[in-house]
């Protein structure tokens, strides 16, 4: 054996040495790339919730305002009825009452879809909070991603255990976001 094909197989073995060490590293960066793909999903369906629960609240606030109308226009039609002396009190009193019943309606539908909407509303907060938590997992996984692919670049380690913080603060910040219901 030469000493030129001794000193190749020396820099094979020890090129070799080095790419077994980097295993972990790309392995963790194959992990963090699908944990950043599934945070990723969490969030865009998070955001997608809450834009459509906005939605239905703001139907359920279209509704609510639509009862309200309807219940100033009896009210008025009540007052109106009042003020004008009627020939027959019978009658009068017949369709006051009437009045007074859709008006009780009114206030109680109303109670009934302003609750509603507070509730809509609510579900959007929440859908936001964890949306929030999840688009800040994905921005952590994905600079852990980066700093610990620059490992591969240097050779060296600190940059994967650096790495590793900001991911671990990724996962930490989904975890959270899964559990806040």
């Known amino acids: 054996m030469e000493a030129d094909e001794a000193q ?62 309807r219940s100033y226009n009896t009210q008025l039609t009540s007052d109106l009825l009042t003020v004008i002396a009627p020939a027959n009190k019978d009658a009068a009193a017949k369709i006051a009452k009437s009045y007074a019943d859709h008006q009780a309606k009114w206030t109680d539908d109303l109670k009934d879809e302003q609750e509603k909407a507070a509730a809509l509303e609510r579900r959007v907060d929440q859908a936001e909070a964890r949306a929030d938590r999840y688009d800040l997992a994905e921005a952590l996984l994905e600079i852990g991603l980066v700093i610990t692919s620059v490992t591969l670049l240097t050779r060296q380690r600190m940059y994967w255990y650096f790495g590793m913080v900001f991911s671990a603060g990724g996962v930490v910040s989904a975890i959270v976001g899964l559990l806040l219901r």
């Open 8 to 69: 190749e197989l020396q820099e094979n073995a020890e090129h070799g040495a080095n790419e077994s060490g980097l295993r972990p590293v790309a392995f963790t960066m194959a992990v963090l790339a699908v944990l950043v793909a599934v945070t990723t999903v969490l969030g865009h369906r998070t955001h997608t919730e809450a834009v459509l629960n906005q939605n239905k609240a703001t139907d359920q606030w279209n509704e609510y305002q639509a009862k309200r109308i």
